[in-house]
């Protein structure tokens, strides 16, 4: 899977809309962009994903830029529950390739 | 939705003893599943691909013979850490993704085994 660049913490005040960046330069054509956060002790889970449309869902929306080298997440009103470190990873589904490939994401800090 | 349950959440173990995690797709069928590893403050590490019915596809650095998987039904794979050390502590997870969603669907994941080696 190609490289993705993610700042390591982000700090916001809860009930505060959060965007979350992600720098994908060497995306190829096939790549989809994914998000999956994983709140402390637990394992990840799926946030929202997207190929070239920004995609809005009940937990967030992600905006893709025009040549898809770059991405946002977007929470729209941050919870405390929201604290959890967020990945952005690309994945190619050609070949049935299904695994995942985790960079270091970035440490979202929600501030009461 | 779909959902991956894993068991135990969480194991202190002796060292030189074995332990063995079960990872279940509870409302699917799951010709392959993924098992992870994760350190405190890391991100999580592909340890290896478990596929129904054959052999398991391991990441290099990971030992096989130290790390067995078995996937013996759609449903079900384990791990089991043989003759455990300290530096096997560590968070591990599996994933799986339910094929009846789409190539493109999100993976699943357990909520984590928490090894403890003494």
């Known amino acids: 899977d190609a490289k993705t660049t993610q700042p390591n913490s982000m700090e916001s005040n809860e009930e505060e809309p959060v965007h979350l960046p992600c720098n994908h330069s060497?995306?190829?054509?096939?790549?989809?962009i994914h998000w999956y956060r994983q709140l402390p002790s637990q394992g990840p889970e799926y946030v929202i994903h997207g190929l070239t449309s920004n995609v809005n869902n009940r937990m967030a929306s992600l905006a893709i830029a025009e040549d898809r080298k770059s991405s946002t997440l977007i929470l729209h009103r941050a919870t405390l529950r929201d604290a959890a470190v967020y990945y952005c990873i690309l994945r190619d589904v050609r070949g049935g390739n299904e695994k995942l490939t985790f960079g270091t994401g970035t440490r979202l800090t929600i501030i009461p | 939705g779909a959902v991956v349950s894993q068991h135990p959440s969480w194991v202190i173990c002796k060292s030189g003893t074995s332990v063995k995690i079960e990872c279940r797709s509870l409302d699917f069928q799951a010709t392959t599943m993924f098992w992870y590893r994760q350190f405190p403050k890391q991100s999580l590490m592909l340890m290896a691909t478990?596929?129904?019915?054959?052999?398991?596809?391991?990441e290099q650095g990971v030992e096989k013979d130290k790390f067995l998987i078995n996937h013996a039904s759609l449903t079900l794979s384990t791990l089991t850490v043989t003759s455990a050390h300290p530096e096997d502590s560590s968070f591990y997870i599996c994933s799986a993704r339910d094929p009846g969603t789409g190539d493109n669907s999100p993976l699943h994941f357990g909520n984590g085994t928490r090894l403890t080696v003494t």
């Open positions: 060497t995306i190829s054509g096939t790549d989809y």
């Open positions: 478990s596929n129904e019915g054959s052999k398991a596809t391991y």
